[in-house]
């Protein structure tokens, strides 16, 4: 087999990394909280990434008007059909070695990281934004949005949100049907010589 | 040289014949005086100390933690008596601790704490802590540091030779310093020789769950056991406790007791006593005793009354017991980390006696005995001494151990400690104390394996060191850094109740066990409730069970109508929490207990009979958020014929 062809098959072969690691994680450090706070999101779940993190997360949150952290998202629903699908997609096309269809893979990859982000960005939009008009403590023009990506100082927490184990392979896999595409366009052209 | 002086001074004011010998090696030491100093005890913020030190509350019935070097007092746990900081002894599910033979118990005088061994050295699983007045031992978990365990001890009066571990936790002991008639029954007290009698009583320890079991006693003389340790290493197997009053007077005993130049050591073979129970060789006689067991699942102890002990009569049992000659009037009897020497500071005396494990077995195997007291051998002194200090200093209390063949005795009446070497018997350093010394502790220090870094000395008299507070101040104890070849005083702390003893170990081997909250999900409290879904009020009769939760920042319900005067009402509350360090409180007017703190994930139960018509609030009493003071809610009561039926709300839900 190719090179190119291995390569793609491996690249779509990460995505399945995500079922078995979190994609991204999400902590929250204050004074009262020495060892932090935080949640792990997975394509299926958020999970306390300590014990109890949800829960405490929650209580600090309730203060401010924050709706609980979800037990389940429609997103959940439907991010694992997504990935495996296209790990399976992936697979076949790097058998089939058709150098067109590993560009269009990727293309479509990109395409659906970007929404995911985007979906991300409203599902914490609102997150932040959605305060019960009964909550305690209101601070005028406070949002309590976590940053997509990066650190953000949020009252007495810093809030830090990173990707996660399972994103850096998906990461990976994209770049690797990328690489795919550019040594199998090298493959053809020495072949054409030859 | 202002600071010789005011050394000079104090010397002075400890006022004993030794002060010459004393000043001439505190005379060129700045003491705790040189910057260095404060150095080598200062705890930096967000650092955190060496070594967890125990100490006994005494007559506060508490015992203390601190933490070494700075000496800062981390935590009371409480033991033998009430404690309102928490509801321990007042909450429904703590009562069983403190029940007794003689009823509800809610107060005693603890003595000794004694952390767990496993081959001779600490463990960091429990400690166990005597009660002197109405005898017990108690367990504690330094996981929780929590009272688990209180187990009553009968046939015995003033537990004081008490709670020591052997080797491998195989046994607690528990000797009476008072003896008694055993049963005890109405007698002339004029008849106290030959019928009185002193019970030891060896104390089982379940290797698993730490539960104690009374595994037997053994009836000795009528004396008076003062302390005790167990042998190590070659000695392991054996239980030496010091006796004083060998004279077996009844009044008097200041002069009475202190007539017999020497007194005993008993030395307890309970590798021998453990045969004879198997042979069946035992007395089981009537008694009456409590065993209080808590369980941490059910947050809820209870407490079951036994009937009987198996009891060993050494006269009967040859090499069960042996009885070496001391002088006079011993109070400790500690043994070295070896095994091989058991030492002896007769508190009337000015030497210290060291006993040879060694020599003891020899004459025992030749028989060479001096007579015997009630049918037990008593073997000759100088067949078994091993070693005198003398004229150490004047009344020798207690010696630990360093690990590096140096011993440290504490001495009350010349107000020192006083360093010296195993088998030269030279004193090698002394240092003043402020004032009269009790006991003194060496993290590790009864044991095989001492950490000599420190010695914490407890003094009785504190006088000039701290600012007045009226005509009593708490005691006083004094760290020394005894690494080096001098010891060297770094610390003055008050403590906290009458320190008798302590216990310490490295933070390292505790720390890390910690428990941080208790799991909801392992809470089978029979009243706990562990959503705010299943809050609830149940009536049967003229008792109503509050199901409660309790959540940053509200209690639910936290609105309750229909109790009535006359009723008898159950607070069972759950703590919802499961973050660490955040306990909830509750208290509610006139109710004839305390409040309650409850700590994350845990169930406790205060019970309130409400005795006027009303509107009563009740209120958190642990600032737990930014909404602490929010977190309340209100009973109405009304009167005993009224027929409002119970009903609860939260936000009107
Ligand atoms: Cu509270």
Same mark, same amino acid.
């Given at each position: 087999?190719?090179?190119?062809?291995?390569?793609?098959?491996?690249?779509?072969?990460?995505?399945?990394?995500?079922?078995?690691?979190?994609?991204?994680?999400?902590?929250?450090?204050?004074?009262?909280?020495?060892?932090?706070?935080?949640?792990?999101?997975?394509?299926?779940?958020?999970?306390?990434?300590?014990?109890?993190?949800?829960?405490?997360?929650?209580?600090?949150?309730?203060?401010?008007?924050?709706?609980?952290?979800?037990?389940?998202?429609?997103?959940?629903?439907?991010?694992?059909?997504?990935?495996?699908?296209?790990?399976?997609?992936?697979?076949?096309?790097?058998?089939?070695?058709?150098?067109?269809?590993?560009?269009?893979?990727?293309?479509?990859?990109?395409?659906?990281?970007?929404?995911?982000?985007?979906?991300?960005?409203?599902?914490?939009?609102?997150?932040?934004?959605?305060?019960?008009?009964?909550?305690?403590?209101?601070?005028?023009?406070?949002?309590?949005?976590?940053?997509?990506?990066?650190?953000?100082?949020?009252?007495?927490?810093?809030?830090?949100?990173?990707?996660?184990?399972?994103?850096?392979?998906?990461?990976?896999?994209?770049?690797?049907?990328?690489?795919?595409?550019?040594?199998?366009?090298?493959?053809?052209?020495?072949?054409?010589?030859? | 040289?202002?600071?010789?002086?005011?050394?000079?001074?104090?010397?002075?004011?400890?006022?004993?014949?030794?002060?010459?010998?004393?000043?001439?090696?505190?005379?060129?030491?700045?003491?705790?005086?040189?910057?260095?100093?404060?150095?080598?005890?200062?705890?930096?913020?967000?650092?955190?100390?060496?070594?967890?030190?125990?100490?006994?509350?005494?007559?506060?019935?508490?015992?203390?933690?601190?933490?070494?070097?700075?000496?800062?007092?981390?935590?009371?746990?409480?033991?033998?008596?009430?404690?309102?900081?928490?509801?321990?002894?007042?909450?429904?599910?703590?009562?069983? &601790?403190?029940?007794?033979?003689?009823?509800?118990?809610?107060?005693? /005088? *603890?003595? %000794? =704490?004694?952390?767990?061994?496993?081959? +001779?050295?600490?463990?960091?699983?429990?400690?166990?802590?005597?009660?002197?007045?109405?005898?017990?031992?108690?367990?504690?978990?330094?996981?929780?540091?929590?009272?688990?365990?209180?187990?009553?001890?009968?046939?015995?009066?003033?537990?004081?030779?008490?709670?020591?571990?052997?080797?491998?936790?195989?046994?607690?002991?528990?000797?009476?310093?008072?003896?008694?008639?055993?049963?005890?029954?109405?007698?002339?007290?004029?008849?106290?020789?030959?019928?009185?009698?002193?019970?030891?009583?060896?104390?089982?320890?379940?290797?698993?769950?730490?539960?104690?079991? &009374?595994?037997?006693?053994?009836?000795?003389?009528?004396?008076?056991? /003062? *302390?005790? %340790? =167990?042998?190590?290493?070659?000695?392991? +197997?054996?239980?030496?406790?010091?006796?004083?009053?060998?004279?077996?007077?009844?009044?008097?005993?200041?002069?009475?007791?202190?007539?017999?130049?020497?007194?005993?050591?008993?030395?307890?073979?309970?590798?021998?006593?453990?045969?004879?129970?198997?042979?069946?060789?035992?007395?089981?006689?009537?008694?009456?005793?409590?065993?209080?067991?808590?369980?941490?699942?059910?947050?809820?102890?209870?407490?079951?009354?036994?009937?009987?002990?198996?009891?060993?009569?050494?006269?009967?049992?040859?090499?069960?017991?042996?009885?070496?000659?001391?002088?006079?009037?011993?109070?400790?009897?500690?043994?070295?980390?070896?095994?091989?020497?058991?030492?002896?500071?007769?508190?009337?005396?000015?030497?210290?006696?060291?006993?040879?494990?060694?020599?003891?077995?020899?004459?025992?195997?030749?028989?060479?005995?001096?007579?015997?007291?009630?049918?037990?051998?008593?073997?000759?002194?100088?067949?078994?001494?091993?070693?005198?200090?003398?004229?150490?200093?004047?009344?020798?209390?207690?010696?630990?151990?360093?690990?590096?063949?140096?011993?440290?005795?504490?001495?009350?009446?010349?107000?020192?400690?006083?360093?010296?070497?195993?088998?030269?018997?030279?004193?090698?350093?002394?240092?003043?104390?402020?004032?009269?010394?009790?006991?003194?502790?060496?993290?590790?220090?009864?044991?095989?394996?001492?950490?000599?870094?420190?010695?914490?000395?407890?003094?009785?008299?504190?006088?000039?060191?701290?600012?007045?507070?009226?005509?009593?101040?708490?005691?006083?104890?004094?760290?020394?850094?005894?690494?080096?070849?001098?010891?060297?005083?770094?610390?003055?702390?008050?403590?906290?109740?009458?320190?008798?003893?302590?216990?310490?170990?490295?933070?390292?081997?505790?720390?890390?066990?910690?428990?941080k909250f208790y799991k909801l999900e392992d809470n089978d409290?029979?009243?706990?409730?562990?959503?705010?879904?299943?809050?609830?009020?149940?009536?049967?009769?003229?008792?109503?069970?509050?199901?409660?939760?309790?959540?940053?920042?509200?209690?639910?319900?936290?609105?309750?109508?229909?109790?009535?005067?006359?009723?008898?009402?159950?607070?069972?509350?759950?703590?919802?929490?499961?973050?660490?360090?955040?306990?909830?409180?509750?208290?509610?007017?006139?109710?004839?207990?305390?409040?309650?703190?409850?700590?994350?994930?845990?169930?406790?139960?205060?019970?309130?009979?409400?005795?006027?018509?009303?509107?009563?609030?009740?209120?958190?009493?642990d600032f737990c958020s930014a909404l602490h003071q929010e977190?309340?809610?209100?009973?109405?009561?009304?009167?005993?014929?009224?027929?409002?039926?119970?009903?609860?709300?939260?936000?009107?839900?």
């Amino acid at each position: 087999m190719k090179k190119s062809n291995l390569m793609m098959i491996l690249g779509s072969l990460c995505l399945l990394a995500l079922f078995v690691m979190p994609m991204w994680i999400i902590t929250l450090e204050a004074p009262q909280y020495p060892d932090g706070i935080g949640m792990d999101i997975w394509i299926n779940k958020i999970e306390d990434h300590n014990p109890n993190d949800i829960k405490n997360i929650n209580l600090m949150n309730h203060y401010v008007g924050m709706k609980p952290i979800p037990d389940h998202m429609k997103e959940f629903d439907i991010f694992p059909y997504v990935i495996g699908i296209m790990s399976a997609f992936g697979v076949i096309i790097g058998v089939s070695g058709n150098r067109k269809l590993f560009l269009t893979w990727f293309i479509v990859m990109v395409v659906l990281g970007a929404v995911g982000m985007y979906d991300f960005y409203i599902w914490e939009y609102d997150y932040g934004h959605n305060l019960d008009p009964k909550a305690a403590i209101k601070i005028p023009g406070q949002g309590y949005q976590p940053p997509l990506i990066g650190s953000k100082q949020i009252l007495n927490f810093t809030a830090h949100s990173w990707p996660a184990a399972g994103a850096y392979f998906l990461f990976t896999g994209i770049l690797m049907s990328l690489g795919a595409f550019l040594m199998k366009r090298k493959e053809q052209e020495q072949n054409e010589k030859v | 040289m202002k600071i010789k002086t005011n050394i000079l001074n104090t010397c002075i004011l400890s006022g004993v014949a030794l002060m010459l010998t004393s000043c001439s090696y505190t005379g060129g030491n700045q003491g705790a005086l040189s910057g260095n100093i404060a150095e080598r005890v200062y705890v930096a913020p967000g650092e955190q100390d060496d070594y967890y030190a125990f100490l006994s509350g005494g007559y506060s019935g508490n015992l203390t933690v601190y933490g070494l070097p700075s000496g800062r007092m981390f935590k009371e746990i409480p033991v033998f008596s009430q404690f309102p900081t928490s509801g321990y002894g007042y909450s429904e599910e703590t009562k069983p &601790l403190l029940n007794t033979s003689h009823g509800f118990i809610p107060w005693d /005088d *603890l003595h %000794h =704490p004694d952390i767990s061994q496993t081959n +001779g050295e600490l463990d960091g699983r429990w400690i166990f802590v005597n009660a002197n007045n109405t005898p017990r031992i108690a367990r504690i978990s330094l996981e929780t540091f929590e009272t688990e365990e209180v187990i009553e001890i009968p046939n015995s009066a003033g537990n004081h030779s008490s709670s020591f571990v052997t080797e491998n936790s195989e046994y607690v002991v528990a000797g009476t310093r008072f003896s008694v008639p055993v049963p005890q029954r109405d007698m002339s007290i004029d008849e106290y020789k030959s019928n009185f009698k002193g019970a030891v009583s060896f104390v089982s320890v379940d290797e698993e769950s730490g539960h104690m079991d &009374l595994a037997f006693q053994i009836l000795l003389p009528g004396f008076n056991y /003062d *302390l005790a %340790h =167990p042998g190590r290493g070659k000695s392991h +197997g054996w239980m030496f406790f010091s006796t004083y009053n060998t004279e077996e007077a009844n009044t008097l005993l200041e002069v009475n007791a202190s007539q017999n130049d020497k007194d005993f050591i008993a030395a307890i073979n309970w590798k021998k006593a453990e045969e004879y129970i198997s042979e069946g060789r035992f007395r089981e006689i009537q008694t009456e005793y409590a065993h209080n067991i808590y369980d941490e699942r059910t947050h809820t102890a209870t407490s079951t009354m036994k009937k009987t002990v198996k009891v060993l009569d050494p006269a009967d049992l040859p090499g069960l017991v042996y009885l070496l000659p001391t002088p006079k009037s011993p109070h400790g009897c500690d043994v070295d980390p070896s095994g091989e020497y058991i030492i002896g500071s007769g508190k009337l005396s000015a030497s210290l006696t060291a006993h040879s494990f060694t020599n003891m077995l020899s004459a025992i195997e030749n028989e060479e005995f001096d007579g015997d007291a009630y049918g037990i051998p008593i073997l000759n002194y100088d067949d078994v001494v091993g070693g005198v200090v003398e004229q150490a200093g004047l009344g020798p209390l207690h010696t630990e151990f360093d690990g590096r063949g140096n011993a440290y005795t504490t001495f009350f009446i010349s107000s020192e400690v006083v360093k010296w070497r195993l088998g030269t018997w030279e004193v090698v350093d002394r240092k003043p104390t402020y004032y009269s010394v009790g006991h003194l502790m060496i993290p590790g220090g009864n044991s095989r394996k001492p950490f000599g870094k420190y010695v914490v000395a407890m003094n009785k008299i504190t006088k000039d060191r701290y600012l007045p507070t009226g005509p009593e101040m708490e005691h006083s104890a004094q760290l020394y850094d005894i690494s080096g070849e001098k010891m060297e005083l770094l610390l003055d702390f008050p403590t906290h109740g009458e320190p008798h003893y302590a216990a310490g170990a490295p933070a390292e081997l505790i720390a890390p066990n910690s428990k941080k909250f208790y799991k909801l999900e392992d809470n089978d409290h029979p009243y706990a409730v562990k959503s705010e879904a299943n809050t609830r009020l149940e009536r049967d009769g003229n008792t109503v069970h509050v199901y409660m939760t309790t959540i940053r920042s509200h209690f639910a319900p936290d609105n309750i109508e229909g109790i009535k005067v006359g009723d008898v009402v159950y607070f069972h509350v759950t703590n919802l929490e499961q973050d660490f360090d955040v306990p909830h409180g509750i208290a509610m007017i006139g109710a004839n207990t305390s409040e309650l703190l409850i700590m994350p994930g845990q169930t406790k139960t205060f019970r309130w009979e409400p005795d006027k018509v009303g509107v009563w609030p009740f209120y958190c009493t642990d600032f737990c958020s930014a909404l602490h003071q929010e977190m309340q809610g209100y009973v109405r009561v009304s009167p005993a014929d009224s027929d409002i039926e119970l009903s609860w709300s939260l936000d009107g839900e």
